[in-house]
């Protein structure tokens, strides 16, 4: 029971911290599309990188952005939603393949360590 309700508040703080960062972006006087766009990156890797799993992050992100757009009836609800789910696919696809790189392969990191 506490995890759940453990998820819900990170679930909901994020959503809070997405909406943040859209008002603090615009009050900086960034382009709308600009705005949106960097703030469906975030909040699509913060939620990947909590959630983890597909059977919890692709509902939660359809969840959230079903509910912005019955709220806002704004195509650009849809870009932030494809947005966020192919920062989900692209964490998906590289997170293993970072996982395997040996780090001590790395010519910069050998420059840096001498």
């Known amino acids: 029971m506490m995890f759940i309700v453990k998820n819900i508040f990170v679930f909901l ?3 809070i911290a997405l909406c943040l960062i859209v008002v603090i972006l615009k009050n900086i006087g960034m ?3 600009l705005n949106i766009s960097i703030s469906s990156f975030v909040f699509g890797i913060f939620i990947t990188l ?4 597909i059977k919890i992050c692709v509902p939660a992100f359809f ?3 079903t509910s912005l757009f019955f709220l806002s009836m704004s195509v650009e609800v849809i870009l932030m939603l494809l947005i966020s789910l192919l920062t989900f696919f692209i964490i ?3 997170m293993p393949k970072l996982k395997k790189v040996n780090i001590q392969n790395i010519e910069i990191i050998k420059k840096v360590n001498n």
């Open 13 to 15: 703080a994020s959503i």
């Open 31 to 33: 382009n709308d599309i």
């Open 50 to 53: 909590y959630f983890k799993e």
């Open 63 to 65: 969840l959230f952005y």
């Open 92 to 94: 998906k696809m590289m």
